[in-house]
């Protein structure tokens, strides 16, 4: 059974819909960023044999204070402003993607307009609050 | 808006929805305790001090690490089915042959995990 698609802006072209293919997309981007890293901690990690564990804390948030612990050689190649930037998208990428699926779950029990509201308002809050804090870690470590 | 709840959470419980239903759930609860283990980190991390090392010994223990590394990696990998199936959504009609895939992926990498991870808890 085959139907005619409908024209885009009768299809819902609104808020919610647009965060659904963010969704989808940050979940692409934050693959493009994790490999990013890996192949950088695997090029910069291989004089001391990096083990993957290491490899991969530093994969998924690519911040100096991943690596102080381990065996590596010189941090400087580690906090490069090109690391840093990695991990601030990796930052802001994975909130938004994170928040906005609290406040779908939030939506699946909370059914009042009010309470959505009110669930919005405080996810808004802690998503400014925790990239401000997050930001701040990867530009001062 | 307004939406009426009326299905109890008993009879959700109940719900019969195999393997596309266990994906959903499982796919909430990781992404849940991710979310719970990476506010708590950041501001661990930010904050330091007795509750942060406190924090750390948690983290550092092979049962917690087990239940992330099954977060990250079961959301990870639902979640690029999931992307997979929506942005073309012709392949909706292998969701059942996709998930198996998914379990055929995820399964062995997953096992590696565990053994590696064991095998260190027990070794130290």
């Keep these: 059974m085959k139907n005619k698609p409908l024209p885009l802006l009768k299809r819902g072209l609104n808020f919610e819909m647009l965060m659904w293919i963010f969704t989808r997309l940050s979940a692409l981007g934050m693959y493009v960023l994790i490999l990013t890293a890996a192949v950088g901690a695997l090029v910069m990690g291989a004089r001391t044999q990096m083990n993957i564990a290491d490899v991969l804390r530093w994969s998924f948030m690519p911040n100096t204070t991943h690596v102080q612990s381990t065996n590596i050689v010189a941090i400087d190649p580690w906090a490069h402003a090109f690391w840093k930037t990695v991990a601030s998208l990796t930052l802001l990428v994975a909130t938004a993607h994170g928040i906005h699926g609290l406040v779908v779950i939030a939506d699946d029990y909370i059914i009042k307009p009010l309470g959505r509201n009110i669930i919005r308002i405080i996810s808004i809050l802690f998503m400014l609050a925790m990239i401000s804090i997050g930001l701040y870690i990867i530009w001062t470590s | 808006m307004g939406l009426k709840q009326n299905v109890s959470l008993l009879k959700g419980l109940r719900y019969d929805g195999k393997g596309p239903m266990l994906t959903f759930v499982l796919h ?97």
């Design chain 2, 28 to 124: 909430r609860i990781a992404g849940l305790g991710m979310g719970i283990f990476v506010t708590m980190h950041i501001l661990t991390s930010f904050l330091g001090g007795q509750i942060g090392g406190f924090l750390n010994d948690i983290y550092m223990h092979w049962a917690f690490q087990l239940f992330m590394f099954f977060c990250v990696l079961f959301h990870a990998i639902n979640g690029l089915r999931i992307t997979i199936i929506d942005l073309f959504p012709g392949m909706l009609e292998y969701l059942r042959e996709a998930i198996w895939v998914e379990w055929a992926v995820f399964l062995p990498v997953y096992g590696i995990a565990v053994i590696v991870i064991l095998s260190t808890a027990v070794g130290s």
